[in-house]
Structures are given as C-alpha cells and as structure tokens.
C-alpha cells in the first residue's frame, strides 16, 4: 500500500517535471503575442493566451486560471507599456515563479522593441488612463510586428539553445512573408490615405500612422472613461465642420456611442479586430491586417 | 516485490530527468563556446538586418506618395536602450506611491455607540462608524523592490480621528525556490476571500457581519506567511501563517512563541471565456487570554467578560464572475458568498472588573455560525447595482456555573443592504447604500450611507 503510494507519489513528481513536457511554455498577455510566439516557435512551444481578442486588455483581473498558468510559464510574452500594468504585476508575484519576473530572460516586453508614439507631455489622470510610456497598442501597424519577431526569436534561442537554430530559421521565413504581406497591405490600402476618422477610444494610432488616416476625435472624452452626451455633441459638431467617412471601434467595445454617431450622420460606424480573433475571419496575424484592410476599404466605398 | 515497486519509480524518475540531466552534463565548456557564437551571430545578423530594414524604407519613402511621407513613421528598428526613465538621480529610486481618500455621510436611525453584535463576544473595529459627514479612513501605500531578494510594501492608515496606524507593512521574498511566496511583516491573512482585500476594494461600505463577529471585522497579524501555488494548469494555492495572535478573536497574552495559526486552500478556475470562479477552505486557530468584551446579562445589567481559552475557526468561500465574453467593461456580475463556524473552549470569568460584585469563573463552551451572500452586478458601464444579506447564528453556548447570569439567545442577527455606485473612471467611486440591520433584539437600525473613494498616484492591481 505505502509502496504505491510512494509509486504514484513519483509518477506525479515526473509529470510536474518541466523538462518532461519538452515544449517550452509561454503565456502570452495578449492573442497577437499568442500567435506570433506559435508563428515562430512551432511545435516547440506550447503557447496560452491570458485574453481574448473580446476583452479589453486594460480591465483583465489576476484570476485564478491565470495565476497558475503563470505558475508554470517559461516565458511571459506581454506588451509592456503599463498595458497590462492593472493585472500582470500581480499575477506573476502571486504565482511566485521566479523565471517569469521582470528583468528576468523569462519576462519578454514587446513595446521595448518598437518607438512608441504619444508619450504624454503632462502625466495626469485628468487627461485619462493615460501611459507614460506611451501608446501601448503597437500591434495595429505591422511594421511593429517584425522587429518584436526578431526580438521574441532571440529570447526563445536564448531560453531554449537546443533549439535555436529552428527558432532563427522560423523568425527568417516568417519576416519573408510579412515583408511580402506588408508591401501587398499598403497596395490594396492606398485609398485610405488621407480618410478622416473618428475613433471610439484611442486604441488605434498606430493603425492610422501606417495607413496615413486621419483621427478627427474620439468618443471616449479622455482614454478609458466612457463617451458622455455631453461629449458626443460636441464630437458631432466637429463632424459638421470637418466630414468625416467612419467611426472606428474594436469589436470588444460597446457599440452604443458609435451607433448614435451613426444615426445622427451618413457615416459608417465601423467594427475592427484590434487583434488576431477580434472578429471571425482574422484568425491568424496575416488574416487580422487583411480583414482590418477589407473592413476599412468596404466603408469607404 | 516492494523494493522492486520502489526502484521501478525511482527509474521513471531518473528516466524523466535524463534528457535535462544529459544535456546539462555533456561537455559544459563545448556548449558555452557554441553559445557565444550563436549569440554574436545573431547579433549581427539582426544589425545587418536592421540596415537592409531601413535602406528598404528609405527607399520606399522616397517613392511612396507624399501622403505617408508626411505622416512620420514609427521606427522599427532595433530597440533603443531600456534607460528611458527621466527620473534623475535619487528620486529615481523612489517607491510606488498611492493614496485612497475617502470620505462618507451616515444616516443611523439607532445610535452607534450602542452598537453590539448580539450574542457574540465582540472585538476589533466593528460598527457602522459615526452619524453625520466625516471622512473616513485614508490610505497611504508605498512599494519598491528592496533588493534582488525582497520586496516592501507599507500601508499607513489614517483615521478619521487623526490616529495613524500601520495597517500593513510587510516584506516579501522574491527569488524563493519551489513557487513559493514568503512574507513577513504585518499583513492581512490570506483567510476566507475579502479578508486581503483593502475595505476600499469592498463592494459595500462595510464589512459583512459575519466578519465582524467572527474577525472582528478583518484579520491582520503579525507574523509569517507561505504560500504556494501548485504547478499545475488548475490553480491550486495553499498557504499557511503564524503570527503573534493579538487580534480578535486570539488576544495578546505576552508569551513567547506562536499564538495564531492559520492555514488554507483556494481553487479556481474558468468556465469558457465568461464565467470564473474561485472557492476556498480556511482554518485559524488562536488562543485568547482574557478577551474582555461586554454581555448583557439576564437581569440586564451590562457585565465586563473575560474569556481565555481556544478559538478555531473555518471559513468556506466561494466568488463566480460572470461577463459576456469575459469583458467587464460593458456589463458584469459577481456573486460571493462566505460561511463562519467557530468554536470556544476555555475559561469565561463574569463581572471581570467586580463592578457587579459578583465575581465567577467557569468553564465555557461555544459553537457558532454565519454567513452573507452578495450579489453585485454591473446594468452598464460604471453603473452597478448589489444586494447582501448577513445571518448569524449564536448556537448554542455552554456557560457552566455562569448560566446563572447569563443565557443562550435565540435570537438571529441578521441584515439586508442594498448597494448602488458609480465609477465614472478606474479611479473614482461614489456609492450610495441603505441597510436594514438587527443586530439587537427588538431593535432596528435602518441606515443610510453616501461614500467616495479617490485613489490616485501608482495604478492599483486588480485582485480576482
């Protein structure tokens, strides 16, 4: 009896051993991340993804699902930029695994590998949820992709020297394939230049920088506080003196202010994935630019 | 055919191990060196990628329409070094800083001062708080890395009446082996759910009864805790504390070693991307010396009691959250729910001071229950609207030679409340709640409360 016991006791000991699973385990914040750490990592890695594209990364709690995910996590992929500032800190402390503290190879911030853009002049909450850092949501341009590619390859060979040789090998074809799905984007996307815009929160710049739109306002009043009436007005009236073709929204978010835009003037209020599963069709990177580039093109025509 | 069982375990094991062990072993120096040529190659390639990069913008730059042209592009290449930080020289080092003012309006049809739980021996801050305008407590919060082994938090207090209190102060250990998380210090116990949770983090202005009778409202010590979360996909969490045992229900006893000890175990988990949920089984034990707390006795006269003696209490809690799609910025609901049982054997002296001129002492037995469940849902963004009811069940008391002065109640306490608030951002709240409490026999005290919560400085985390 007790020798069974002792029998099971060490079955259970290999199974809770790492090396025994063999893939490294990453535990991706966001899905971008989620599927980019599978684009390069292959079969390698065993990838779980702490969000869905239907949940604003901002208001994600340290639930308990995630906090043991984390338990056993190689390497957390997150985007940095205090995006996940509210949830991430804790989850890692509260699983108490070492690997995954930040400053440690197992701790990988995205938004250290790109420039951000508008970093507050003045860091004050009555200008909103505002990040210091900058704008965190780099993943709606995809020139931000490749060089967090590089960077993630880099620090999967660095995790894992037995296979590093594959993890460069996938970085190169998949960079190859991006640059080629960039240049083909920009083609099919040039009639958006210059489009004017209106955006529910502003979590789509960098999106509007690559393709040269223009973001005229925003519904919320300030970053991460609902529209109000009061607020709404005043945005209608910025439409009546400069016309604009869309009202813009990742698909997560209400579409109750956008709609009352919409009702009120001939615009289109627009739903975009703000990343990979954000809407039925983009299910992998490529497929998220090519639907965020069709739904934009379909509401300018 | 034991020793057999044993050393075929042994051998999965070492089997396991081997690809871990084989590669570690192989000629350690050989590997190193490959390392190193891999990572400067690397290096390199990733620079002369990074020139190809911006050699092939600039030529698309140059024959790109002028519309991206004037619009600046981010620039992807490699990174700039990590030294972005603007803070100079020592206030580069300072801690997380966050304040949480808070103030509120009370309208009490029956008077706080005589507010008492009735059948249950009372400690700790309890109380629905003063009539009237008056501020309540505000919170100062400062954490920081201390070094590459610990990390520090304090949390000061300060109430109303101008007291400042250490509310939590603690270290932890950051670089533990085997997942686990030491701390030390003052803190609030990791029992029950609410417990952690900072009383601005509530969903109602004031603690359920249950913890007000069985905790005194909230549990803090000072001590030791651990805690560990299992390496497995499904949470598992076990932690154990000791401490000093000052606080209700234990009581200082002015001894050398351990005078509480508390251990749980929470579980948890998801249910599709909508529904979460997290239960839990805690247990505390302390030892009580001379407790004095004051006890209406049979003829009405309001006698000082003093218990010594052991206190054990179990808690079971249970939180479900449930939002459309996981989301809970549009709508949201949480239901949370706690269960008390404790049970007190020792000594109970009546008329401690003499003050009725009847001193006694004699053994004294008591087991007693309660529970609150609550329900908080979120109709649309920044609105919620919740619901709690508390029930208490004295149980029943052996008091030995003291049943002459004093007797079991039948009597229930019990409360409804009604909770309604608006967050117009992460950092804001204002709530408005009424309650109809019976904590006293024959006695009702409907309650109306207005209260704000301000935070602001370093971003507050969001605990399940």
Known sequence: MRVRLLHTLCVLLVMWTPCAFGALSILATVPEWGALATEIGGDRVSVYVATTAMQDPHHVEARPSLIARARGADLVVATGAELEAGWLPLVTQQAGNVRIQPGKPGYFEAAARVTLVDKPVKLDRAGGDVHAAGDPHIQTDPRNIAPVAAGLAARLAELDPANAAFYQERQRAFDERWRTAMSRWEREAAPLRGVAVVAHHKGFTYLERWLGLEEVATLEPVPGVEPTAAHLSRVLATIERRPVKMVIRATYQSDRASQWIAERTNIRAVALPATVGGTPAAKNLFAFYDDLIERLLAAVQ | ?464
């Not at chain 2, 909230?218 to 598992?236: I, S």
């Not at chain 2, 996981?326 to 709508?331: C, H, I, Q, W």
């Not at chain 2, 009546?350 to 229950?369: F, I, V």
């Open chain 2, 1 to 464: 055919m034991a020793p057999a069982a044993v050393r075929r375990g042994i051998t999965a094991l070492a089997l396991s191990l081997l690809p871990c062990a084989a590669s570690a072993a192989s000629d350690d120096e050989l590997a190193q060196i490959r390392a190193e040529i891999r990572q400067l190659k690397e290096a390199y390639e990733a620079r002369i990628r990074a020139l190809e990069d911006r050699l092939k913008e600039a030529e698309t730059r140059a024959s790109a329409s002028p519309a991206i042209a004037t619009s600046p592009m981010p620039e992807t290449a490699p990174p700039a070094p990590a030294a972005t930080s603007t803070a100079s020289g020592i206030a580069a080092f300072n801690p997380a800083i966050s304040v949480v003012l808070q103030g509120r309006y009370a309208s009490l049809s029956q008077d706080p001062e005589q507010y008492r739980i009735a059948g249950f021996p009372s400690g700790g801050e309890i109380g629905p708080g003063r009539r009237g305008f008056s501020l309540a407590e505000s919170e100062l919060a400062f954490s920081a890395s201390v070094d590459h082994l610990f990390a520090g938090n304090l949390i000061i207090a300060l109430s109303p009446d101008n007291e400042v209190s250490v509310e939590e102060a603690y270290g932890v250990v950051t670089a533990a082996p085997f997942g686990v998380v030491p701390k030390f210090g003052r803190f609030f116990s990791g029992l029950g759910y609410q417990n952690e949770q900072h009383q601005h983090a509530w969903d109602f202005i004031d603690a359920p009864l249950a913890y007000e009778a069985f905790l005194g409202g909230q549990y803090a010590n000072d001590g030791l805790q651990l805690k560990w979360v299992a390496p497995t996909e499904h949470f598992v969490e076990l932690g154990a504390e000791i401490g000093n045992g000052d606080n209700f229900p234990g009581s200082r006893r002015g001894r050398n070693g351990v005078g509480s000890f508390a251990a749980y175990a929470h579980t948890g988990g998801d249910v599709g991307a909508s529904h979460s949920w997290r239960a839990g089984l805690s247990y505390l034990s302390t030892r009580a010396r001379d407790r004095e707390y004051f006890q209406l006795d049979t003829v009405g006269n309001d006698a000082l009691l003093g218990f010594s003696g052991d206190s054990d209490t179990v808690i079971a809690d249970f939180v479900w959250k449930y939002a459309p799609n996981g989301n809970a910025r549009g709508t949201n609901f949480k239901l949370q729910t706690e269960y008390f049982w404790r049970r007190e054997r020792g000594d109970l002296t009546y008329d401690r001071d003499g003050a009725l001129g009847s001193t006694q002492t004699d053994a004294y037995r008591a087991t007693q229950r309660g529970f609150y469940v609550q329900g908080v849902w979120q109709f649309m963004p920044a609105w919620r609207v919740g619901a709690r009811y508390d029930r208490l069940d004295p149980g029943s008391i052996d008091y030995g030679a003291n049943a002459a002065f004093l007797h079991t109640m039948s009597f229930h306490p019990n409360r409804y409340s009604l909770m309604f608030d608006w967050t117009p951002s992460e950092f804001s709240r204002l709530r408005l709640q009424l309650a109809r409490s019976k904590v006293r026999p024959d006695v009702t005290d409907d309650q109306l409360f207005l209260q704000y919560i301000l935070t602001f400085g370093a971003h507050g985390a969001h605990k399940y």
